[in-house]
């Protein structure tokens, strides 16, 4: 049976009035009963509905427990520590301390644990997120169920990455350098991820849409990337968008 627990009190932050809620699945609140080996999950986000549908989604494993819902990155500071959390579920834009403003003060506090970052496809923070080494990026619009995977490959010791970035993430590590592009790929490849169309693209670069397809698999091919949201990415890492 579930069973709630008391709220926690507001946020140490001074000046501030949020609140830490806290829910515990499957366990007694004092953690006697809890099962051995559980994931022991943190969820923060700044909307109440979308906390409320995370906690729904995970409370059905029964190796994910919800230990704390929290508002911002300084409410999930706390409860980590409170409730010996060893996941972090975080959405990537909050206005108070977002999820790599949370990942940044964790490094830098020695506290490596594990944080998986809730993100929209197009952010331009998740070039910095993987760099910092981040172990879980899942889209938001992703099917629920690629959660629940990330969470427990984490667990198992596995980095978790949206299938898109896997090879963004590689390129960056050590991949081939962009000047394996000739200056007509170069130029082809910033335009592309500024949001237009094949059809546009070729009508802005004078090309017919077939060249502009063939410049496209020509570029993945040489950067090893899966698309134009990878190769946004890569670009980025690159000063290049």
Same mark, same amino acid.
Not at 35 to 61: C, F, K, N
């Given at each position: 049976?579930?069973?709630?627990?008391?709220? !926690?009190?507001? #946020?140490?932050?001074?000046?501030?009035?949020?609140?830490? $809620?806290?829910?515990?699945?499957? $366990?007694?609140?004092?953690?006697? %009963?809890? +099962?051995?080996? #559980?994931? =022991?999950?943190?969820?923060?986000? /700044?909307?109440?509905?979308?906390?409320?549908?995370?906690?729904? !989604?995970?409370?059905?494993? =029964?190796?994910?427990?919800?230990?704390?819902?929290?508002? @911002?990155?300084?409410?999930?500071? +706390?409860?980590? %520590?409170?409730?010996?959390?060893?996941?972090?579920?975080?959405?990537?834009?909050?206005?108070?301390?977002?999820?790599?403003?949370?990942?940044?003060? *964790?490094?830098?506090?020695? @506290?490596?644990?594990?944080?998986?970052?809730?993100?929209?496809?197009? @952010?331009?923070?998740?070039?910095?997120?993987?760099?910092?080494?981040?172990?879980?990026?899942?889209?938001?619009?992703?099917?629920?169920?690629?959660?629940?995977?990330?969470?427990?490959?984490?667990?198992?010791? =596995?980095?978790?990455? /949206?299938? $898109? *970035?896997?090879?963004?993430? $590689?390129?960056?590590?050590?991949?081939?350098?962009? /000047?394996? *592009?000739?200056? =007509?790929?170069?130029?082809?490849? +910033?335009?592309?991820? #500024?949001? !237009? #169309? @094949?059809?546009?693209?070729?009508?802005?670069?004078?090309?017919?849409?077939?060249?502009?397809?063939?410049?496209?698999?020509?570029?993945?091919?040489?950067?090893?990337?899966?698309?134009?949201?990878?190769?946004?990415?890569?670009?980025?890492?690159?000063?290049?968008?």
């Amino acid at each position: 049976m579930k069973t709630q627990a008391s709220a !926690l009190s507001p #946020s140490y932050r001074a000046g501030n009035h949020y609140r830490l $809620s806290s829910t515990v699945n499957g $366990s007694t609140v004092n953690g006697a %009963a809890r +099962r051995p080996q #559980s994931s =022991r999950i943190v969820i923060v986000d /700044d909307h109440p509905i979308t906390l409320a549908g995370l906690d729904a !989604l995970l409370s059905r494993e =029964r190796d994910l427990v919800v230990v704390a819902r929290c508002h @911002n990155g300084y409410d999930a500071v +706390r409860a980590v %520590a409170d409730h010996q959390a060893n996941l972090l579920v975080v959405d990537q834009d909050m206005p108070v301390m977002d999820g790599v403003a949370l990942l940044k003060h *964790l490094r830098a506090s020695g @506290n490596p644990i594990p944080l998986v970052l809730l993100a929209t496809v197009n @952010n331009e923070k998740l070039s910095e997120a993987l760099s910092l080494e981040v172990q879980g990026i899942v889209f938001k619009q992703s099917d629920p169920r690629q959660l629940i995977c990330c969470l427990r490959d984490i667990r198992a010791g =596995r980095r978790w990455l /949206d299938p $898109s *970035l896997n090879n963004y993430a $590689s390129a960056v590590a050590g991949g081939p350098v962009l /000047d394996t *592009l000739t200056a =007509r790929q170069i130029e082809v490849a +910033r335009a592309a991820v #500024s949001g !237009l #169309s @094949n059809k546009e693209l070729a009508q802005l670069l004078g090309v017919s849409e077939g060249t502009i397809k063939n410049h496209l698999h020509a570029i993945y091919e040489r950067l090893r990337l899966d698309g134009r949201l990878a190769l946004l990415l890569y670009l980025k890492e690159k000063a290049l968008a």
